[in-house]
């Protein structure tokens, strides 16, 4: 019974130091997760609002939660070039967040996959850059569409899906395609204002 006792004590112990060193080490390194996430968020911004290259984007938030995003030509908010949002949706094995941009017809200017955890080999190949490309040829594909043309070409769409992965392609479809309908409608509730 002495040795039960004295093998939970020291087992106490030993997971009591490693859960104190694991919250230590997440103390230490969720800034840096952070302020990654964050510049990773403005390069996709840049990417997907090409024309604002001396321009400035904002924020559209409501309640501390980020809408939508206004791009400018010009740093003075002038000469509006198009909108930028969000698109979350869930995959095969994880959930895919993608940064998207529109210009002011609601014409994708392009889309850029922030976060994806897919199978490897399968669903992550949405994120696969052909020899010779310089850029995702999945994602190239959203490029000058407008949203009721966003859908993989087994649900009657323009979009060729990644074979093998039609959950991951189908994903990243609809959550833009919602994403665009939902940005027209915050778009236009805000010019009722």
């Known amino acids: 019974m002495k040795e039960i006792i004295k093998f ?20 230490l390194t969720k800034p840096k997760i952070e302020e990654q996430k964050r510049l990773e968020g403005e390069e996709a ?19 501390g939660k980020t809408l ?23 995959g095969y094995s994880s959930d895919i967040e993608t940064m998207v941009g ?8 392009g889309i850029r996959i ?5 199978t490897p080999g399968l669903g992550s190949r949405i994120l696969e850059v052909k020899p010779g490309e310089t850029e995702p040829w999945f994602q190239r594909q959203f490029k000058e569409k407008k949203a009721d043309q966003v859908a993989v070409e087994k649900d009657g769409g323009e979009i060729n899906s990644v074979t093998g992965a039609t959950i991951s392609s189908r994903t990243v479809t609809n959550s833009i ?3 665009a309908l939902n940005l027209a409608k915050l778009i236009e509730e805000s010019k009722e204002k």
């Open 177 to 179: 395609k919602e994403g």
């Open 45 to 63: 911004l840049s990417w997907v609002l090409p024309q604002v290259k001396e321009g400035v984007i904002i924020h559209v938030c409501s309640k």
């Open 114 to 118: 922030l976060s994806q955890k897919e």
């Open 102 to 109: 529109v210009d002011t017809s609601g014409v994708i200017t």
């Open 8 to 27: 939970g004590g020291l087992l106490l112990l030993i997971t009591g130091v490693a859960a104190g060193l694991l919250a230590y080490v997440d103390s």
């Open 68 to 90: 939508y995003y206004i791009g400018y030509a010009h740093k003075d908010t002038t000469d509006l070039v198009g909108y930028a949002f969000l698109a979350k949706g869930t």
